[in-house]
């Protein structure tokens, strides 16, 4: 804790700042001396930086030489946290302090109780460089480092969030981050949360942060078909749980709705919903056309149906689904081992029409495969010379090909998705997906960085390699016919 105490004698300020004088002209010394002993084989490096570390903290906690004093005020509390600090270490660090402690020893700052609750920590940092922190307190964190300049601190706190994001909360936080990052303008740290949550959804649909997400968050996720989650009533079900809960108004309700992809419910499934689904029936007239073509979908023929509908939009487009018909888990030990194949089926496509026919398809998986440019080739200087290959100059490879052609497959074509999980504070979560369609048996850039021989490698989860392969049938339209 910081000293609480009066305003220090004007002798002691002067010997704060030039004890602060002092130590940065040290370090500036160290900085030259390095320098200097570069080039010399005899040079070795004196380090007592964690000493200094230790000081500087000295420094904050007892006040010695303090010349400046941040009184910290909320207004929940009549009391003010007393910080004893020195100007030059708080200007070094935050434009904002520089220009506020100039010709003036005492300022008082006004903060909300969360950020004040984390001020100690905030100021502990600008004489250390280093600060720790949980879930709940990055945005507090990062808001004091933007309020006052603190650039690395601001980059550190954003950085923090990045990485720990699959991290187990009671309440969750991904969520909250997200809305956090659109208050602030921060794009990456936006497009990172977003690119969590749809490649997570499932884990989040049934947690409590659910129900936190904003309609804008809602619409951004709904329209996007890299969703990963187990089936399309899965997220209408969770959708449902939404709007009960957060009851928008009328036009909202009926974006939200007409955002559900209807034809990738089965029509046992949109029947129940029609008899048993209270918000379906609150809000029947503005999905009822999307229900009835659904229905229509499942009941002709595909390419029948492609004559007359326009199924090249995002109403007939699978998303990233878990179900056993769309795709197949598949975990390998020991990848850098050896090639491995394996095989599964998934049904023809969403509609019913094709429900009952299967397409069996085979997935070839190499650890170590060599594009042509690198594969070993005679020379004509030495006979019979081999040109040396190096492991390590062999990449990673999947390649998914269907067992068998059919006429079935006329107007269908095939996108596949192959999710990486990795475990990440704990948990498996999908960090990486990769997709190609019909016209490719193989993603150029499959695991294009991953070191699977490093049994610490992140792609690993106990030296085991996890995949989920998902097959999505698309259907293409083909002659149209006058309606």
Same mark, same amino acid.
């Given at each position: 804790?910081?000293?609480?105490?009066?305003?220090?004698?004007?002798?002691?300020?002067?010997?704060?700042?030039?004890?602060?004088?002092?130590?940065?002209?040290?370090?500036?010394?160290?900085?030259?001396?390095?320098?200097?002993?570069?080039?010399?084989?005899?040079?070795?490096?004196?380090?007592?930086?964690?000493?200094?570390?230790?000081?500087?903290?000295?420094?904050?906690?007892?006040?010695?030489?303090?010349?400046?004093?941040?009184?910290?005020?909320?207004?929940?509390?009549?009391?003010?946290?007393?910080?004893?600090?020195?100007?030059?270490?708080?200007?070094?660090?935050?434009?904002?302090?520089?220009?506020?402690?100039?010709?003036?020893?005492?300022?008082?700052?006004?903060?909300?109780?969360?950020?004040?609750?984390?001020?100690?920590?905030?100021?502990?940092?600008?004489?250390?460089?280093?600060?720790?922190?949980?879930?709940?307190?990055?945005?507090?964190?990062?808001?004091?480092?933007?309020?006052?300049?603190?650039?690395?601190?601001?980059?550190?706190?954003?950085?923090?969030?990045?990485?720990?994001?699959?991290?187990?909360?009671?309440?969750?936080?991904?969520?909250?981050?997200?809305?956090?990052?659109?208050?602030?303008?921060?794009?990456?740290?936006?497009?990172?949360?977003?690119?969590?949550?749809?490649?997570?959804?499932?884990?989040?649909?049934?947690?409590?942060?659910?129900?936190?997400?904003?309609?804008?968050?809602?619409?951004?996720?709904?329209?996007?078909?890299?969703?990963?989650?187990?089936?399309?009533?899965?997220?209408?079900?969770?959708?449902?749980?939404?709007?009960?809960?957060?009851?928008?108004?009328?036009? +909202?309700?009926?974006?939200?709705?007409?955002?559900?992809?209807?034809?990738?419910?089965?029509?046992?499934?949109?029947?129940?919903?029609?008899?048993?689904?209270?918000?379906?029936?609150?809000?029947?007239?503005?999905?009822?056309?999307?229900?009835?073509?659904?229905?229509?979908?499942?009941?002709?023929?595909?390419?029948?149906?492609?004559?007359?509908?326009?199924?090249?939009?995002?109403?007939?487009?699978?998303?990233?689904?878990?179900?056993?018909?769309?795709?197949?888990?598949?975990?390998?030990?020991?990848?850098?081992?050896?090639?491995?194949?394996?095989?599964?089926?998934?049904?023809?496509?969403?509609?019913?029409?094709?429900?009952?026919?299967?397409?069996?398809?085979?997935?070839?998986?190499?650890?170590?495969?060599?594009?042509?440019?690198?594969?070993?080739?005679?020379?004509?200087?030495?006979?019979?010379?081999?040109?040396?290959?190096?492991?390590?100059?062999?990449?990673?490879?999947? +390649?998914?090909?269907?067992?068998?052609?059919?006429?079935?497959?006329?107007?269908?074509?095939?996108?596949?998705?192959?999710?990486?999980?990795?475990?990440?504070?704990?948990?498996?979560? +999908?960090?990486?997906?990769?997709?190609?369609?019909?016209?490719?048996?193989?993603?150029?850039?499959?695991?294009?960085?991953?070191?699977?021989?490093?049994?610490?490698?992140?792609?690993?989860?106990?030296?085991?390699?996890?995949?989920?392969?998902?097959?999505?049938?698309?259907?293409?339209?083909?002659?149209?016919?006058?309606?």
């Amino acid at each position: 804790m910081a000293r609480l105490t009066g305003t220090r004698p004007v002798a002691a300020r002067r010997l704060g700042c030039a004890a602060s004088a002092f130590l940065l002209l040290l370090l500036t010394v160290q900085a030259a001396q390095k320098a200097d002993l570069s080039g010399d084989t005899t040079a070795a490096t004196i380090n007592h930086s964690l000493t200094l570390l230790q000081r500087l903290q000295e420094l904050l906690q007892n006040g010695n030489g303090s010349d400046s004093v941040l009184r910290v005020r909320t207004a929940a509390s009549d009391e003010a946290k007393v910080f004893h600090t020195h100007q030059l270490l708080l200007s070094l660090q935050s434009e904002v302090f520089e220009s506020l402690l100039h010709n003036q020893s005492t300022i008082t700052l006004h903060e909300p109780p969360e950020t004040a609750a984390l001020f100690e920590k905030f100021i502990r940092y600008l004489y250390c460089g280093g600060v720790s922190i949980l879930l709940h307190q990055a945005i507090p964190m990062h808001q004091l480092a933007s309020k006052y300049r603190v650039w690395g601190l601001q980059r550190g706190v954003a950085d923090y969030m990045k990485t720990h994001l699959a991290s187990e909360s009671s309440q969750g936080h991904v969520v909250g981050w997200y809305h956090y990052a659109v208050r602030i303008g921060d794009a990456a740290l936006q497009e990172s949360c977003l690119q969590f949550l749809a490649w997570n959804l499932s884990a989040v649909l049934g947690s409590a942060e659910w129900g936190s997400v904003s309609v804008e968050l809602l619409l951004l996720l709904l329209e996007r078909s890299d969703l990963v989650l187990h089936s399309e009533l899965e997220l209408y079900t969770a959708v449902e749980s939404w709007l009960s809960r957060r009851q928008p108004e009328g036009p +909202v309700a009926k974006r939200v709705l007409r955002a559900i992809r209807y034809p990738m419910i089965a029509p046992s499934q949109l029947f129940r919903l029609q008899a048993q689904s209270p918000v379906l029936a609150r809000h029947y007239g503005a999905v009822q056309d999307l229900l009835f073509q659904a229905f229509q979908f499942h009941a002709a023929s595909p390419l029948h149906f492609a004559k007359y509908f326009d199924v090249n939009c995002s109403m007939f487009l699978p998303r990233n689904y878990l179900a056993p018909s769309w795709g197949s888990q598949w975990v390998i030990n020991n990848p850098a081992r050896d090639d491995r194949s394996t095989s599964f089926q998934t049904q023809l496509g969403p509609s019913s029409h094709d429900a009952g026919k299967r397409v069996t398809w085979n997935v070839l998986f190499s650890p170590r495969w060599l594009p042509v440019s690198l594969r070993p080739v005679y020379s004509d200087s030495v006979s019979g010379a081999v040109q040396p290959v190096r492991i390590e100059d062999g990449r990673p490879r999947l +390649v998914i090909t269907p067992a068998m052609s059919s006429p079935d497959f006329a107007g269908v074509s095939f996108q596949k998705t192959v999710l990486v999980g990795v475990r990440q504070q704990g948990r498996v979560v +999908v960090k990486h997906v990769y997709s190609f369609h019909q016209s490719s048996d193989e993603a150029a850039d499959f695991l294009a960085h991953a070191d699977l021989q490093k049994r610490a490698s992140e792609y690993l989860i106990d030296n085991s390699l996890h995949l989920h392969i998902i097959i999505k049938p698309v259907y293409h339209s083909l002659i149209k016919v006058k309606k």
